[in-house]
């Protein structure tokens, strides 16, 4: 047997609990986070995970994409913690901002597009990128889009699933 090898058992009995909690790096608020994410309304229907997808994301501490409440919950976490917690609307996706509901004629769609009531469309914008909006109404000539997030408004449960933090 290669002296340099260790079996498991000796390795797991060499280390104990309190040495690993000490090396695990906890979430700061400069932290980049891979979890798994669902998000959930209050009724508890699943408005989006990447548990389906088997694939985790990064979440960046202090950018800005956060809210100040959100990213609270992931201090001083690290990985193989799990969390639930809710967040109100305007510390989610925010409330809905009515300057974001637009009229819009009829004949700026194009004719192959079925504009059906909570259809998300993407609009292009001059930088090239595309915008989600919602169809919230069609009556007449006139085309209701909804451009905030479509879980503006909703309070939101989320669930999180560390599984490294990179500081």
């Known amino acids: 047997m290669n002296p340099l090898m260790t079996s498991d058992s000796k390795l797991k009995n060499s280390i104990n609990d309190s040495e690993l909690v000490k090396s695990a790096e906890l979430v700061k608020s400069d932290s980049a986070v891979l979890a798994h994410v669902t998000v959930k309304l209050k009724d508890g229907s699943i408005a989006d995970s990447t548990k389906p997808s088997k694939k985790p994301t990064w979440l960046k501490m202090g950018d800005g994409s956060f809210s100040n409440a959100f990213e609270s919950y992931l201090i001083e976490k690290q990985a193989g913690d799990n969390l639930t917690f809710e967040l109100e609307a305007e510390d989610a996706f925010g409330e809905?901002?009515?300057?974001?509901?637009?009229?819009?004629?009829?004949?700026?769609?194009?004719?192959?597009?079925?504009?059906?009531?909570?259809?998300?469309i993407g609009f292009d914008q001059p930088s090239g990128n595309q915008i989600?909006?919602?169809?919230?109404?069609?009556?007449?000539?006139?085309?209701?889009?909804?451009?905030?997030h479509p879980l503006a408004g909703e309070m939101i449960v989320f669930e999180i699933e560390i599984i490294q933090v990179k500081n």
């Not at 300057?99 to 597009?113: A, E, R, T, V």
Request: hydrophobic share 40%.
């Open 96 to 120: 809905s901002n009515p300057d974001q509901i637009h009229f819009m004629d009829l004949s700026q769609f194009p004719q192959d597009i079925e504009l059906k009531v909570g259809a998300i």
């Open 132 to 148: 989600p909006g919602i169809i919230r109404n069609v009556e007449g000539g006139s085309v209701k889009v909804d451009f905030n």
